[in-house]
């Protein structure tokens, strides 16, 4: 019941690939799933469960629209027999909310959004089945405000709907305060764990950072007995992150000594991506299920759980946890016929996630923000090829404008190469000279040297806006990650523009992304969208005669993995050396980097793909003194 999420339909496996897992000889039901023709295998004594996992796609702020995906993913998840539905944190209001949380007007809004959708869906037919879904709640004012209460405040909350009412609430208990989170900043934890008896099974409700942190819930979850831990998740994409949450959840699996249904969102909120990566594992750690990436999906399973061994006391104590209970009357039976499996999935490429990624964030950005398209400047280059043919994947040929803005050192081969790369993806192609209008500058300023490859940069940035202002295009930039880094781009000039789809990508990834796209187009027999000439040539901005990048840069392979000890490691100066990297190169690099600062304040937002992204990940003071020395 996978849904594509648009733009580019053929991306295999959509960061994973779908596997049915499950013996030829048994027979697909008509929604083409593969099911055991019996109930063989099941213990007769034990309750089974069919979760639907919606891993759905949200935007912050549109409380009518959120509540309106739930009663549809709902009502699917009915068709398909559920008996328990499971969607993300903070599904009502989209997540992460930052400032909004301070909003009275908003927390109100979200609460009787929440009363609202218990009732719709009631009305839709739906009442009986039980439906958890993320939201913001608040039993106090706002810790910013005057007349704050302690212990009181904004909670990040998990309901459960059922009857037309909410039946159980759950407040957050470990709030994160790292990386991209400011949770403490936002958000009071909550002390007790939800449980609920449903269909003779003890679920607990937890939400995302429950599940990072051993203690709290989890623990309290064992002494509480109960089968089954729901976990929801806003849980931000990062490169190889996959690997690390099945490990995770099979040792709170262990902790708890429950089974434990992870639902995670989709999708692009400024610089986060959510890849979804939905899945159930079981008690001893055996993982049942897991949805593909980066896809609205509707994970469908029935998990044998224990039954629930004696009556619940409404409250009671466990890990220094309160622990409250209660009982829903009814719920709709088990599904007769075929076992629901959900199936499994297997890794691809990095490059094929990495590339599912920095479209999926690039789609939303432009898609929930209303641009109808996109303007770039083509060089012939490696960046703007790749940063172009990620967005006609991400909204198609119609709406992306790329603008070949030649000067006086652009070279011939520059130039054919962005023509080539226009042909090749179908996107709308423009020509702009931008020679007469530098030598206008020129004719009325005395300028040379840097402050004249400036001039070209900034001309080149003031086109792009204008084509922005008139027609309406969102102006991507396509600045690196190594570039933004050293800063080896120009204010108000190449560093134009409104979202930067490779802002958090190694100039040495954006070989291997473009190298790994052509070779998958190749293969499907489909035209490679990048010109193997911006691949192969030594990149250069162009702006003066035979320019290289390598003329006031280290090489890239030399460069990057500095960059990266430096950036994402937080390694020092001594680090690095140890590390192996001259410590001549090491300085000059780290000059660098620490000068760039006030330039990458002014970046445009870009998709965050590793885990320390500039912006909302590193954040350094402009005003420093502080240096590695040597």
């Known amino acids: 019941m996978s849904r594509p999420a648009g733009g580019w339909p053929s991306l295999p496996g959509r960061g994973r690939r779908w596997v049915a897992q499950l013996a030829r000889a048994w027979p697909a039901s008509p929604a083409g799933r593969r099911v055991r023709p019996d109930r063989l295998g099941q213990d007769e004594g034990m309750p089974t469960l069919r979760l639907a996992l919606s891993q759905v796609n949200p935007s912050v702020g549109d409380l009518a629209g959120n509540a309106d995906l739930v009663r549809s993913w709902t009502r699917q998840a009915a068709d398909a027999g559920a008996q328990l539905v499971l969607f993300p944190e903070m599904m009502l209001t989209g997540y992460p909310v930052e ?6 007007s908003f927390v109100a809004a979200s609460r009787a959004a929440l009363e609202r959708l218990a009732a719709d869906l009631a009305a839709d037919g ?6 958890v879904v993320g939201y913001l709640d608040a039993d106090g ?7 704050a209460e302690p212990g009181r405040g904004a909670r990040n909350a998990a309901a459960l709907l059922h009857r037309g009412e909410v039946a159980a609430r759950y407040f957050k208990h470990h709030l994160p305060n790292y990386g991209v989170f400011d949770e403490d900043r936002y958000f009071i934890p909550g002390n007790a764990l939800t449980v609920v008896r449903i269909g003779g099974v003890d679920v607990a409700l937890t939400i995302c950072e429950d599940l990072w942190q051993a203690g709290g819930p989890f623990a309290a979850a064992r002494q509480a007995g109960v089968g089954l831990v729901v976990n929801i998740n806003g849980s931000p994409y990062e490169l190889n992150k996959d690997d690390i949450r099945l490990p995770l959840v099979r040792r709170r699996a262990a902790e708890a000594g429950a089974a434990i249904a992870y639902v995670n969102m989709i999708g692009g909120q400024d610089e986060l991506v959510f890849e979804g990566d939905s899945m159930i594992v079981a008690a001893d750690g055996e993982l049942l299920t897991r949805a593909p990436q980066f896809v609205e999906h509707l994970l469908v399973h029935d998990l044998e759980l224990p039954a629930a061994a004696t009556p619940p006391a409404p409250e009671a104590v466990a890990d220094g946890m309160r622990v409250v209970h209660s009982t829903l009357d009814a719920i ?9 499996i959900g199936g499994l999935i297997e890794p691809v490429a990095d490059e094929a996630e990495v590339w599912q990624a920095l479209v999926l964030g690039l789609r939303d950005y432009v898609n929930k923000n209303r641009f109808p398209s996109v303007v770039l400047g083509l060089s012939g280059g490696i960046d703007s090829a790749v940063v172009a043919a990620l967005a006609v994947d991400a909204l198609g040929p119609d709406r992306v404008v790329g603008v070949s803005l030649p000067s006086q050192h652009s ?5 054919e190469d962005a023509a080539d790369l226009a042909k090749r993806t179908g996107l709308d192609y423009r020509v702009e000279p931008i020679q007469p209008m530098v030598d206008g500058f020129l004719a009325n300023l005395s300028l040379s040297g840097v402050a004249v490859e400036n001039l070209q940069a900034r001309v080149r940035g003031v ?13 991507l930039t396509t600045g690196n990650k190594s570039e933004l880094a050293v800063g080896y781009s120009t204010l108000y000039g190449d560093s134009v523009g409104g979202f930067n789809p490779i802002k958090d990508v190694w100039k040495t990834l954006v070989w291997r992304l473009a190298k790994w796209r052509n070779a998958d187009a190749v293969r499907r027999g489909e035209t490679a969208p990048i010109p193997e000439n911006s691949i192969g040539k030594p990149p250069s901005a162009e702006l003066s005669p035979g320019q290289l990048d390598s003329d006031t840069l280290p090489d890239y392979d030399v460069l990057d993995p500095i960059l990266i000890g430096y950036v994402d490691g937080d390694l020092g100066r001594d680090g690095l050396v140890e590390s192996g990297h001259d410590p001549a190169v090491v300085d000059k690099v780290l000059r660098l980097v620490d000068t760039a600062e006030y330039k990458r304040r002014q970046s445009a937002p870009g998709a965050k793909i590793s885990m320390k992204a500039f912006g909302r990940d590193r954040r350094l003071p402009i005003t420093n003194r502080w240096r590695e020395h040597g």
């Open 463 to 475: 086109i792009l806006m204008a084509l922005s202002n008139q027609e309406g295009h969102l102006v």
């Open 411 to 415: 070279s011939e081969h520059s130039r």
């Open 126 to 131: 739906l009442g009986e089945l039980p439906v």
């Open 99 to 104: 400032d909004l949380v301070f909003r009275r």
């Open 141 to 147: 004012p706002p810790q910013v405000s005057g007349d």
């Open 332 to 340: 709709p039976p088990t599904p007769s016929g075929p076992v629901a």
